[in-house]
Structures are given as C-alpha cells and as structure tokens.
C-alpha cells in the first residue's frame, strides 16, 4: 500500500489566504520532502525535512514534521494564483533510496 | 541547459508495438529513476541506477526493462505495449541516491498513449 496519504485531496481558496495541506505515512524515513506539480509538467522540489527535524522555512512555505504521529503538514502563506498546483508529500523510506509519494492535493487558488 | 531532460514528450502507439524513451541528466547526479503517474496522478517508482547499476526494480512486469550506457543517461524500453501502459513517464536523478535518499529533479515526462 502507498506510504503517504494526502488531505485534503483538493482545496480551493482566494489570493492571499494561507494553504495547509496534510501528509500521513506508514513507517520509518529518512526525510520527507515535498514536491509541486504544475498541470502537465513534472515535479519541482521544494523542501526537504529530515526525521530529527521538527520545522522548516523556506520564503512562504512552512513545513512540520511529527515523527510520533507519521505526520507533516506544508503551509504556504499568502497564496497567489501562480501557487496553483499539485502537491505531492515524499517520503524516503529508511535504509532505501526509494521516495514514496502520496495521491497529492490539489490546490486551486483564485486571484 | 534543462537539467533532466526526456524524449520524446508524447508517444502515441498501438499495442504490441515495442518503444524506448530517453532520459538524460546534466547535473552530474550519480542517481537516475524512472517513474510512472497514472491517470489518478498517483505516482510510483519503477527503477533506480546508481553509476549505471540497478539499485530498486519494483515489480515491474519484464516488459520493462531500463537501459544505462553512462550515468548520465537512463533509457526505458518498453517491449509489447499494453493498454494500461498508458500513463505519463518520469525520469529523475539525484546527487547521492542509494541508501538515503535526497533531492530529485524530475524531467518533464512522457506522455504514452496506447491504442
């Protein structure tokens, strides 16, 4: 079965409204990173979060990692319409090279 | 100057026929992957190479099988095409690869189409 699960599946807000999306796994990582995806194009990395890491920043993105639950969640700030885009959590499962990806959320934001 | 670059970028086929798509890498990444997204965008890794040796063969059928001349090149053949072949193909590399995974640049996939 998949090791990350995404929620919401899709989310809908206005410009400037902030954009938390969920990322649940099954087992012990490495890291967990997370992956945009603009409509038929291919993945762009934008943050990677090691398994001794709790929060990361990177300009409008804020990512958490709970190890205790298998869980982290990536906020983006002050959406733009340009933020428009799938988003797919990964995780590195421990001991392999092989990134898992979850089924994603869409996030359609509206200027 | 792209980074992961794939060929071609739309492959329409009939089933049966046997086909190749190619992957290069001009970062100088010793990792390279190939993935495939299905129609649900639910994306799964199929192979990696590290310096041109097979390191995750997931259960791909043998149809599949990757090719790896130099490490900068990753190509994917693909022998009697199926109707559920049809799903769109990624390649990536990363710099470390094997066994703790890092950073992957994805190319801009190849979207195959059986019929």
């Known amino acids: 079965s998949q090791q990350g699960e995404e929620d919401p599946q899709a989310l809908s807000i206005q410009e400037g409204e902030n954009a938390t999306m969920n990322c649940s796994y099954k087992?012990?990582?490495?890291?967990l990173q997370w992956y945009r995806q603009n409509s038929g194009r291919g993945l762009v990395h934008l943050i990677l979060?090691?398994?001794?890491?709790r929060e990361k920043h990177s300009g409008r993105l804020r990512v958490t990692l709970d190890t205790s639950k298998k869980s982290s969640s990536l906020l983006i700030t002050a959406s733009r319409a340009a933020d428009t885009a799938s988003y797919f959590c990964?995780?590195?499962?421990?001991?392999?090279?092989?990134?898992?990806f979850g089924t994603g959320t869409r996030l359609q934001v509206f200027p | 100057d792209t980074a992961v670059s794939q060929t071609p970028k739309y492959l329409v086929t009939q089933m049966g026929n046997d086909k190749s798509i190619k992957c290069e890498q001009n970062?100088?990444?010793?990792?390279m992957y190939w993935y495939k997204q299905d129609s649900k965008k639910f994306l799964k890794i199929m192979f990696s190479?590290?310096?041109?040796?097979?390191?995750i063969n997931e259960t791909v059928p043998n149809r599949f099988s990757p090719k790896s001349p130099d490490k900068a090149h990753l190509n994917l053949h693909i022998n009697s095409l199926e109707l559920g072949d049809s799903a769109v193909y990624f390649c990536?590399?990363?710099?470390?690869?094997?066994?703790?995974?890092?950073?992957?640049?994805f190319g801009p996939g190849t979207r195959l189409l059986v019929l």
């Open positions: 979060i090691r398994s001794n890491e």
């Open positions: 190479y590290n310096n041109k040796e097979l390191i």
């Open positions: 087992t012990s990582i490495n890291n």
């Open positions: 990964a995780t590195d499962i421990y001991n392999t090279d092989k990134l898992i």
């Open positions: 970062l100088g990444h010793d990792t």
């Open positions: 990536a590399s990363s710099q470390v690869g094997f066994p703790r995974g890092e950073t992957q640049y």
